[in-house]
């Protein structure tokens, strides 16, 4: 008796992109939108859709072409007499991701960043979003500024991922992608302690900043078995704060070098250095966290932990579109380890 074969499956949109080796929503924007798209990019996945034969589902393009290809992200307010220039290159790194993906970033407003600000301001903005079915989905950052946004969009269901742990809810369920600060402490305090230090300062933040916490904690795994006393003080994320913190403590305590919980505070000590007439790296070294623009420009160069930004923009896409797609989304949180970026401050 012949046997009967049964045909071959059609080629799906998920068998497109793993042959272009893009995701499966560049694939839908190659079909729906190709002008979205890098040139080199669509090429490629229109070679692979020729190569498999694939035809799209006609129903489910139009059902997709309804969502308006916009990630919402909201800005906060400059940082006056700060180094921190993070977000921008955050910023940049997510824009590409996006695109890569088919979306576009939306920026909104912060609000005032006034003391008196309220949780009411801070949601604003998403709401207004989220009613008007501007975009498909939101990016929420400061999440260690105990962020209301996270809890206001999981009560109303809205599609989101953050940049940022949620460290007052660790049963929260929503997507996050985050920097192993406490990682990246112990990484220059290691430095530090290789090139022959041995009483290393830290300049960090108040209690209440977890992520001053957790970078804190790197810096005392790194100097677990040798003296800390007077070797710790929490100052506020400013360059005076860090350059009155850095003389004091070279007063008291006399330490061979700082590590500090930012740029910010780290190019305090430097201005305390220079006041005193003592050279970065050779007299005192100095290392701080961020890799902003100001580190690698200041004089000889400031020693600092880079954040793997790019990486994070593209985990943070990708936990979007799985999200978006209604597909399983099997890490609800990423941590990415930092690098150090080794300069003549250490």
């Given at each position: 008796?012949?046997?009967?074969?049964?045909?071959?499956?059609?080629?799906?949109?998920?068998?497109v992109?793993?042959?272009?080796?893009?995701?499966?929503?560049?694939?839908?924007?190659?079909?729906?939108?190709?002008?979205?798209?890098?040139?080199e990019?669509?090429?490629?996945?229109?070679?692979?859709?020729?190569?498999?034969?694939?035809?799209?589902?006609?129903?489910?393009?139009?059902?997709?072409?309804?969502?308006?290809?916009?990630?919402?992200?909201?800005?906060?307010?400059?940082?006056e007499?700060?180094?921190?220039?993070?977000?921008?290159r955050?910023?940049?790194?997510?824009?590409?991701?996006?695109?890569?993906?088919?979306?576009?970033?939306?920026?909104?407003?912060?609000?005032?960043?006034?003391?008196?600000?309220?949780?009411?301001?801070?949601?604003?903005?998403?709401?207004d979003?989220?009613?008007?079915?501007?975009?498909?989905?939101?990016?929420?950052?400061d999440?260690?500024?105990?962020?209301?946004?996270?809890r206001?969009?999981?009560?109303?269901?809205?599609?989101?991922?953050?940049?940022?742990?949620?460290?007052?809810?660790?049963?929260?369920?929503?997507?996050?992608?985050?920097v192993?600060?406490?990682?990246?402490?112990?990484?220059?305090?290691q430095?530090l302690?290789?090139r022959?230090?041995e009483?290393?300062?830290?300049?960090?933040?108040?209690?209440?900043?977890?992520?001053?916490?957790?970078?804190?904690?790197?810096?005392?795994?790194?100097m677990?078995?040798?003296?800390?006393?007077g070797?710790?003080?929490?100052?506020?994320?400013?360059?005076?704060?860090?350059?009155?913190?850095?003389?004091?403590?070279?007063?008291?305590?006399?330490?061979?070098a700082?590590?500090?919980?930012s740029?910010t505070?780290?190019?305090?000590?430097?201005?305390?250095l220079?006041?005193?007439?003592?050279?970065?790296?050779?007299?005192?070294?100095?290392?701080?966290?961020?890799?902003?623009?100001?580190?690698?420009?200041?004089p000889?160069?400031?020693?600092?932990?880079?954040?793997?930004l790019?990486?994070?923009?593209?985990?943070?896409?990708r936990?979007?579109?799985?999200?978006?797609?209604?597909?399983?989304?099997?890490?609800?949180?990423v941590?990415l380890?930092?690098?150090?970026?080794?300069?003549?401050?250490?």
């Amino acid at each position: 008796m012949a046997r009967h074969d049964a045909p071959p499956l059609p080629p799906t949109l998920a068998d497109v992109a793993e042959r272009a080796g893009v995701s499966r929503q560049t694939v839908s924007n190659a079909i729906n939108n190709p002008d979205l798209l890098r040139p080199e990019t669509l090429a490629r996945v229109q070679d692979a859709i020729h190569a498999l034969g694939y035809r799209p589902n006609r129903a489910a393009r139009h059902l997709r072409t309804r969502a308006s290809h916009l990630i919402g992200l909201r800005m906060s307010p400059a940082q006056e007499f700060t180094a921190n220039a993070a977000m921008d290159r955050f910023v940049h790194a997510l824009v590409e991701a996006s695109r890569e993906a088919g979306y576009h970033l939306l920026l909104f407003s912060g609000g005032p960043g006034k003391p008196e600000t309220t949780a009411a301001d801070l949601v604003r903005g998403y709401d207004d979003l989220l009613r008007s079915t501007a975009v498909d989905a939101f990016i929420v950052t400061d999440t260690y500024l105990g962020n209301p946004a996270t809890r206001w969009l999981s009560e109303r269901r809205a599609p989101f991922v953050a940049f940022g742990r949620p460290w007052e809810d660790p049963q929260a369920t929503h997507p996050w992608v985050d920097v192993d600060g406490a990682a990246g402490v112990a990484l220059g305090t290691q430095h530090l302690i290789d090139r022959g230090h041995e009483r290393i300062a830290w300049l960090g933040w108040p209690p209440e900043s977890f992520i001053g916490q957790d970078r804190r904690a790197g810096w005392e795994r790194a100097m677990a078995g040798r003296s800390t006393d007077g070797l710790a003080t929490a100052v506020a994320d400013t360059v005076d704060a860090g350059r009155a913190a850095s003389a004091a403590m070279l007063d008291s305590v006399a330490p061979s070098a700082f590590v500090c919980a930012s740029d910010t505070v780290a190019i305090g000590v430097l201005h305390t250095l220079a006041e005193r007439g003592l050279r970065p790296g050779s007299d005192v070294a100095v290392v701080g966290f961020d890799d902003s623009q100001v580190a690698q420009v200041v004089p000889h160069g400031l020693t600092s932990v880079r954040q793997p930004l790019e990486q994070v923009a593209v985990a943070l896409v990708r936990a979007l579109e799985a999200l978006l797609a209604s597909e399983p989304y099997d890490a609800p949180g990423v941590l990415l380890t930092p690098t150090l970026a080794v300069r003549g401050s250490s």
